[in-house]
């Protein structure tokens, strides 16, 4: 309840006064000041919440801007906040790079969970050979006998069909496994052998799958924008998801 309280008369009164009171000794807005004091994820995570609770709606709907109009955002943005770029010559370099990682973290939830949804398909051909690609990375010098096989079990899936397996992350699961596979096949190689111990063993691939939800879950709970907003500095893409994983 008081914290409740808090938060109200915070965002509705004193927020706008101390902001008011800052300005008049500082001779700078709270965006200014922001960039001033933080670096990395701290700058990029305050911005986004000063836009975001700002009662300006330039400002608000700033965090919701499409790529190809961030520079006219960011114009608008200096114009609002009566900024001059002569005097202040690093805000709009500042203010760019923020409003693509705060822009850009939102459209790579949407593209994951685009990929997520998508069903692992076997009559699909790509999802086929992405499959068969797997099976080659981590055996390079076994073949596989047939499609549907006991073999995958040694690559740790759960039954002769991997595509059951694929259920709750969709191809996502399979495009990580094989992103990881592919790009640090020595740590693949040594990660399946150690699954395969008689006593501490593990199924690769589905305890790969469960990774992928995890990373998936820190995506949507937006847990994940820390690491994203210091590790890339602008749109955060795919790569660095699959990178994350």
């Not at 770029?85 to 923020?98: L, N, Q, R, T, V």
């Not at 006593?199 to 820390?226: D, H, R």
């Amino acid at each position: 309840m008081f914290i409740s309280l808090w938060e109200f008369f915070y965002g509705h009164f004193f927020r706008f006064w101390m902001k008011w009171l800052l300005r008049q000794m500082t001779g700078k807005c709270e965006l200014q000041r922001i960039f001033d004091t933080y670096v990395g994820a701290q700058r990029t995570h305050r911005i986004e919440n000063s836009l975001t609770y700002s009662k300006n709606k330039v400002l608000q709907k700033a965090t919701r801007v499409v790529q190809s109009e961030v520079d006219k955002c960011v114009d608008d943005i200096m114009k609002e906040k009566n900024i001059n770029p002569e005097k202040d010559a690093s805000f709009k370099i500042c203010m760019k790079m923020c409003l693509l990682q705060i822009t850009g973290y939102k459209q790579l939830y949407l593209d994951v969970e685009s990929v997520r949804k998508r069903p692992y398909d076997s009559d699909n051909l790509q999802h086929e050979e992405l499959l068969m690609k797997l099976w080659n990375l981590l055996m390079p010098t076994k073949k596989l006998n047939a499609r549907i096989s006991k073999q995958w079990a040694e690559i740790g899936f759960q039954g002769d069909d991997p595509k059951t397996d694929f259920r709750g992350m969709g191809i996502l699961g399979l495009i990580n496994l094989v992103y990881f596979s592919e790009n640090y096949t020595s740590e693949a190689h040594q990660i399946l052998s150690r699954s395969n111990h008689p006593k501490l063993g593990y199924s690769y691939a589905i305890v790969g799958i469960n990774l992928t939800e995890m990373a998936y879950s820190l995506l949507k709970s937006e847990a994940l924008k820390f690491h994203l907003y210091n590790f890339v500095p602008g749109i955060p893409t795919m790569e660095h998801f699959h990178q994350f994983y």
